[in-house]
């Protein structure tokens, strides 16, 4: 089972529908996967159909120490292709989730093959932290507005955690257009590479408004495939653990070298 936290620099990114459409593309490929509103925020929309549970009803079962399948599925509603857990009924009370809410979460759902977290933009709060620590895959979204950008430095110099740098930055509404950040530019601030973007959508409001995805939008579609194919590749972990092979292995190339160079000039002498 592969977990996915999608993160927004700042509110406003998108952070929602791009990790809604990362579900809904998952699901359409008939792989199982529960997309989770824990942002902490109120606020849950898919289809246009209201949701009557909410994360809020695991609340006592989190803090009592664990949760079951069974617990899970008493608060999973089905929409459409996804099963869904929505979002908490009062964002003032979501301070209060355990700092493991997704660790409980993600080892109760493992009759899912994936499991993709809305997991907010505020890394101080319990239920972004939770997710953050919890998955195995992070997304982080940003897009050209300057604050975006310059936040995403901030976490990317501030947290020292190797999720961070193996993360998938994307970079989300992007537009061509010389009054905008480039590429290039948008990566300069953020100080890491950007994975891929997704190009704007001029539908994305009126989605929004009837709770749907921006699947409908090609261009927007076949971004989300680009990102959900990186996704069923290498694992963050396992790239972590690559690098850290080559490292070991360069260190052990220039050892090699150098022990090379000292048996040369022992020759020599």
């Known amino acids: 089972m592969n977990s996915i936290a999608v993160l927004g620099s700042t509110g406003g990114v998108g952070a929602t529908m791009v990790s809604l459409s990362i579900a809904e593309e998952i699901s359409k490929r008939d792989e199982s996967c529960l997309h ?16 009557f549970k909410s994360i809020d009803d695991l609340k006592g079962k989190l803090e009592s120490g664990r949760i079951t399948s069974a617990d899970l599925g008493s608060v999973i509603e089905k929409r459409d292709v996804l099963d869904c857990i929505a979002a908490t009924r009062s964002s003032f009370k979501a301070v209060d989730f355990p700092i493991d809410t997704f660790e409980k979460i993600i080892s109760a759902g493992n009759d899912y093959k994936h499991i993709v977290i809305d997991a907010g933009s505020d890394l101080t709060s319990s239920l972004s932290i939770s997710a953050f620590n919890a998955c195995d895959d992070i997304i982080f979204i940003v897009d050209q507005r300057p604050s975006t950008l310059a936040r995403f430095n901030e976490i990317y ?48 409001r009126q989605s929004e408004y009837y709770g749907d995805t921006l699947r409908h939008d090609v261009r927007y579609r076949k971004a989300i495939e680009k990102i959900v194919n990186r996704l069923k590749g290498t694992s963050f972990v396992e790239k972590a653990s690559r690098d850290t092979i080559k490292y070991k292995y360069s260190l052990l190339k220039d050892k090699i070298i150098l022990i090379k160079d000292e048996v040369k000039g022992a020759i020599g002498r």
Not at 36 to 51: A, C, L, Q, R, T
Not at 172 to 191: T, V
């Open 36 to 51: 989770i509103y824990g942002s902490g925020k109120i606020g849950s929309y898919y289809k246009d159909v209201p949701f």
């Open 157 to 204: 110099n501030s947290l020292p955690n190797i999720k961070v740098k193996h993360a998938l930055v994307i970079l989300n509404n992007y537009e061509k257009d010389k009054g905008q950040y480039s590429l290039s530019e948008a990566e300069n601030i953020c100080g890491a590479p950007i994975s891929q973007s997704i190009p704007y959508s001029v539908y994305g």
